[in-house]
């Protein structure tokens, strides 16, 4: 069964760290994208990917960074990570044919203390 | 600036009550309007969409409303059942554009039975 999956599925990460979160999906789909999860903001858009090796600025890319080494693969990088970055982080993807249906992954919970 | 906006926030109906959730946008460019469900601990998953040329779209239970005019829409929920309680995204998207969604901030809906 096609599926988004993302690791770590949680993580306690301290201010000024590097945090890396992981995003693999076995849906064939060219395009990937990162979103952030805050209460009462709903989903917002950091970064996204129409093929590898490309990346794009989202919506709120200021302090990630964003890296598609293979079509399947894509990762979001904070490389020093704040106590503002403290969210859960969707990964999703979706394909070229049909852009219009995003595919989504369990998340990840980030604690940045 | 928030692009999509829902209310309520939150709602609670009783079970077999219709619950009805409210979105409006800003961009007129905007012409594909998906509305995602997502329960605590997962990923949000598409439930049902529009697009502009339709002012009605039907699945089941749920049902969606468009106003193009007024740059509003809703999801009418029918016979709600306590299995309909999760987060619901409004979402659009400029389907000549970008592959993005601009996703709302979510009304969290709870079916006591």
């Known amino acids: 069964e096609a599926a988004v999956t993302q690791s770590p599925r949680s993580k306690v990460a301290v201010t000024g760290g590097k945090v890396t979160l992981s995003c693999h999906q076995t849906?064939?789909?060219?395009?990937m994208y990162w979103y952030r999860q805050d209460t009462g903001h709903g989903l917002r858009l950091i970064h996204y990917?129409?093929?590898?090796?490309?990346?794009e600025k989202g919506d709120i890319p200021d302090g990630y960074k964003a890296s598609r080494p293979s079509q399947e693969n894509f990762s979001l990088i904070l490389e020093l990570a704040s106590l503002s970055q403290t969210a859960v982080y969707f990964c999703?993807?979706?394909?070229?044919?049909?852009?219009?249906?995003?595919?989504f992954g369990p998340g990840t919970r980030l604690l940045v203390l | 600036q928030q692009q999509v906006r829902q209310s309520p926030q939150s709602l609670t109906v009783w079970e077999g009550e219709t619950a009805i959730l409210n979105c409006s946008y800003e961009?007129?460019?905007?012409?594909?309007f998906p509305w995602y469900q997502q329960f605590p601990g997962e990923g949000p998953a598409l439930l049902i969409a529009?697009?502009?040329?339709?002012d009605k779209k039907e699945d089941g239970r749920f049902t969606i409303f468009f106003n193009k005019r007024e740059k509003k829409l809703s999801l009418h929920i029918t016979d709600s059942q306590p299995g309909d309680s999760a987060t619901y995204f409004c979402?659009?998207?400029?389907?000549?554009?970008?592959?993005?969604?601009?996703f709302g901030e979510g009304t969290k809906l709870t079916v006591s039975s």
């Open positions: 999703a993807s979706s394909d070229r044919g049909n852009q219009d249906t995003q595919y």
């Open positions: 849906n064939n789909h060219d395009y």
């Open positions: 990917s129409y093929v590898a090796d490309s990346t």
């Open positions: 961009n007129s460019a905007f012409d594909y």
């Open positions: 529009i697009r502009s040329v339709s």
């Open positions: 979402a659009a998207m400029n389907q000549g554009g970008s592959a993005k969604l601009i």
